[in-house]
């Protein structure tokens, strides 16, 4: 299930006794994780109640022995063990293909592994305990991964996509009780993603920046995130193709911020670029200019300057650009270098 789904069952107190929180995306489990504790201790006392144990620190016996307690003057019981993925260790009992242990048949229920012991407990669970499973990662073979998958008990807290996280941005934002535009938002995940935790303390500022129930704007995202404006990266690119060395510096100098590294800068220019390499290759395979430019996320009004600015390039240019903005990235990242020289060295071999 996704985390939303979860959150929801959450809300409408339709709770399951094992939820399996699996996924790299912090923000998201600590979410579902959150809002399942939340809806479990209603109408209790959560000192009586709650459990919580940390794999590795903790025994698998611990966490069975808690979820089989009886409540204390409450409907349910909320057990949560974390960092399941310490317990994965090479030669558990379902590590190996089909998720069977070459040996499970000569061992007895003391004698399974942690997660193994966990994929039982989850074939008759307590009905009065909640218990929460969280883990960054597991094997797909796992029993307690499969029986997940299988009962609809795994809740999936992956990272979002690219295309996906705009949206995500415009319903926390609405959360809050702000509105913010699509361009807008796409511009902020895109300077602020991908790890989302980031990209919600981002919003929490703009939030109170921009004051209760008013819009977020690009002067909001510009002044709090980024001093990066989208009309400035299409500027700096339109200098590029135009071979406008002069211009294009110019440009840089006035938007790159030492500050940030310069990397929010350069996700936007080479964000840009991979549209174009979208484009050129729709127009390539027969598309007209404005399904091409939807193809590739490129607004309508920038469809046919953009057409245009494809035909004018030196064949070869798009692929050698893209292998420029990756060397700057490396560069960003692990050189000595300062970003501004970094990036103008971008710039003249874009321009050349």
Request: hydrophobic residues 45%; contains cysteine.
């Amino acid at each position: 299930m996704t985390p939303e789904q979860a959150i929801q069952e959450a809300t409408k107190g339709t709770l399951r006794p094992v939820y399996l929180v699996l996924g790299e995306e912090r923000y998201l489990a600590d979410e579902v994780v959150a809002a399942l504790r939340e809806a479990t201790m209603k109408g209790g006392i959560a000192g009586f109640n709650e459990d919580k144990f940390t794999a590795g620190e903790a025994s698998v016996d611990a966490v069975l022995s808690a979820s089989k307690m009886v409540p204390m003057m409450a409907k349910l019981r909320f057990v949560l063990a974390r960092g399941l993925e310490r317990w994965e260790k090479k030669g558990d009992g379902d590590e190996d293909e089909g998720g069977r242990g070459a040996s499970e048949g000569k061992r007895g229920a003391k004698d399974l592994s942690p997660l193994d012991a966990l994929a039982e407990y989850a074939k008759a669970p307590i009905q009065s305990t909640v218990l929460v499973l969280s883990a960054t990662k597991l094997h797909g073979q796992r029993k307690i991964v499969t029986a997940g998958k299988k009962e609809d008990f795994l809740v999936n807290c992956e990272p979002l996509s690219r295309k996906a996280l705009p949206m995500k941005i415009r319903e926390l934002t609405k959360k809050q009780g702000h509105d913010i535009a699509p361009d807008v938002a796409d511009h902020l995940a895109e300077i602020a993603g991908p790890e989302l935790g980031y990209v919600a303390d981002a919003i929490n500022r703009l939030c109170l920046f921009v004051g209760e129930g008013k819009p977020i704007t690009e002067d909001a995202v510009v002044t709090m995130v980024a001093r990066v404006r989208p009309s400035s990266v299409w500027e700096l690119l339109d200098a590029l193709t135009r071979r406008k060395l002069d211009k294009a510096l110019a440009v840089l100098a006035d938007v790159v911020d030492s500050k940030d590294g310069g990397l929010p800068l350069l996700g936007l220019v080479a964000s840009n670029v991979r549209k174009m390499v979208k484009m050129d290759s729709a127009l390539r395979a027969g598309s007209n200019v404005n399904e091409a430019a939807a193809r590739a996320g490129i607004p309508p009004f920038k469809a046919q300057e953009t057409a245009q600015t494809l035909k004018s390039l030196p064949r070869g240019t798009l692929p050698a650009w893209v292998r420029l903005l990756a060397e700057a990235d490396r560069a960003l990242k692990g050189s000595k270098r300062t970003p501004q020289a970094v990036l103008e060295t971008m710039v003249i071999s874009m321009c050349r």
